[in-house]
């Protein structure tokens, strides 16, 4: 080749490596170019990523949902009220086996990382590239904590990109928590937070439904069993999948003896233990005692606090209750009315003197059937509403002693016909006292009496006393025809024992929350309903009814007062009776079928055969070995009765009324406009015999 092609050719070749440098500089540029944009198009993303996170140092970013617990006036823990079953325990009581099942299995370098295991990390990238999947673990202890709690509500993620933010934010926050807390700290919220399985959070209510026990007690073969199953615990339960959670179970063991915890001994021998499962009793619907009561209760704090706060908010509930009382209620029930067929009852027991609820029986079984029959069973109470009717006679001024016609049948000329009255003793004793007429119950005094006095007076007075359902002024409230609450009778005849003063009735005596902050306390007022001398003398005649009338099986060998009732057709019986320090209320009828109670234990269902003894059973057992307190006596009332009759044109005795006997003189009933609406016609109470 000639020089001057050489020459030529070294020319073009200088040209060349210029364009080849000058494009490898423009690549390079370019690529740091990319580079950098690259990496602040990440740093954008990562800092959006990190937008609205929950503060860690709020006082509140980590409380987990505690059960509510309700205890009884004794201090006996008669409920757990709860979404999330768990019981928050220190450290301290949890054994020490468990604690290392845990580390081994979930994060065997949980004491060396910063709430980031790099190395887990490394290792679940490598086998996603392997599986070709994104969904490895190689979350920390306490990257799970925070998903958890304070990231909980992220878990619903549809997409990958959607996923990753949350990982991202959950590593960032791991670290952050980490700065903050010790590592026995994070691990002890963690146990105390993590799911079990069989609806079983944390690591104490674990213990207790798989083997009966405290998170201290477990064994190696139990804690290396509880450890293995947060992974699945719907999949690896070893109550329906024993064979899956021993399998497990020896992987935890494997991995136990790999990180030092225990030998190769210790493990074989584990592995080899039985499962031994033993479930505590979790007693129905998280209520150990006084069903009913509790359920009373948790209507109630449901009525002050969001369903979060009473199923989730870690409330301590101090009732009124007295357990030995209660027990003695569900006693004298059942032992009355406890064969097959027999009908339903219903028991509440208040003190008078200040409204706490000390027993309450709403039913039979709250497992199966969980209708309160003393708080929602609303029945006509018969007989027992003539004490409404005796009360506003004597504030009208009428006498114990004033006569009145008992004969049979009253017609009360209400229209548009006549309210036609019969006594089921016969035809009557002609006129007799109102104190005699309530202690025989007789039907047809007090329906003329409430004629006279007017139905709107009774119902306003039985409005006062306690009664809080609605109450039509009809004349056929006299004999108990609108329905009411054993809870409402009980809290009513209390106003009695309380010399005139009503006590509404009390359930909740203080609620404290998580923190230990009062938040409620009962402060029980009592509002002046009748005068004391008005409650003397009603409490008086009603005793009477006890020594001397239809309540004869009602005595209990100290001072006590109250009154029968019978429903029409003998389908409720009742009887409300009370000693100054405890007032009580029995319902006996069939509330599904309200059947007629004709024979029961070959006994005719009345007010006082029916439930005066159960009454009397459960009085002699709560009162046993108090005082026997008796009622504080009063003056009389000033009796100032006079025949009203500006309610009627002309005084016009009731069509074939018999004539008065000559002494004492009688009055006769006046009449009075009846009612826009027609009152309802009830059967006649009836008056049972002792």
Known sequence: MSRRRIRARRRR??????????????????ALLFSAAGVATAYGVAQSWLKELPDIEAPNAFRVAQPTKIYSA?????????LENRAVVPRSKMATTLVEAVIAVEDER?????????????????????TKTTRQGASTITQQYIRNTILSEELNEQSELERFRRKFREAYLARELEKRRTKDEILELYLNTVYFGEGAYGVEAAA????????????????????????????????????????????????MVANGYITRKEADEAANAKLALKRAAEPTHGIYQAHYFVAHVKKLLQQ?????????????????????????????VKSSLGRSGDPDGALVSIDPRSGHIKAMVGGEDYGRNKFNLATQGRRQPGSA????????????GMPPHRYVDSSSPARIPTKPKPWVVSNSEGSGRGYITMES????????????????????EVAKTAKRMGITSR??????????????????????????????????????????DIDGKEIFKAEPKGRRALSPQIAYAATRILQGVITGGTARRAQIGRPAAGKTGTSQNHRDAWFVGYTPDRVCAVWVGYYKTERSMRSVHGVRGFGGTLAAPIWAKYMRAALKGRPALSFKRQANPKYTWKPRWSRQETPTPEPDAPKPKPKPKPTPAPTSTPPPTPPPTPDPTGTPKP
């Not at 070749?13 to 690549?27: H, K, Q, T």
């Not at 004794?74 to 709860?82: F, N, P, S, V, W």
């Not at 026990?213 to 339960?237: F, I, M, N, W, Y």
């Not at 509403?385 to 004597?394: P, Y």
């Open 13 to 30: 070749d200088g040209r060349s490596l210029v364009v080849l440098a000058y494009l490898g500089v423009i690549v390079l540029v370019t």
């Open 74 to 82: 004794d201090g006996k823990l008669l409920a757990r009220l709860y």
């Open 110 to 130: 949980f004491y060396q990382h910063t709430g980031i295991d790099l190395e887990g990390i490394a290792r679940a990238a490598v086998t996603g590239l392997l």
């Open 208 to 255: 207790q439904t798989y083997f009966s026990k405290r998170a201290s007690q477990l064994t190696l073969a139990e804690a290396s069993l509880l450890a293995g199953l947060p992974k699945a615990p719907s999949v690896l339960t070893p109550y329906d999948n024993p064979e899956g959670a021993v399998a497990r179970r020896r992987a935890v063991l494997s991995r």
């Open 304 to 332: 002050q606090y969001s369903q979060a706060v009473v199923f989730q908010g870690g409330l301590s509930v101090y009732t009124t209750i007295d357990t030995k009382e209660q027990r003695y209620a569900e006693r004298a």
């Open 385 to 396: 509403f003539k004490t409404f009717v005796l009360v506003t006679a004597l504030e009208d």
């Open 437 to 456: 007429a309530t202690r025989s119950s007789v039907n047809t005094v007090f329906a003329r009496l409430v004629w006279e006095l007017g139905a709107k």
């Open 471 to 512: 109450l039509p002024a009809y004349p056929s409230i006299a004999l108990g025809s609108q329905n009411v609450t054993p809870l409402e009778m009980a809290s009513a005849y209390g106003t009695l024992a309380a010399r005139g003063v009503h006590y509404p009735p009390v359930a909740i005596t203080r609620v404290v």
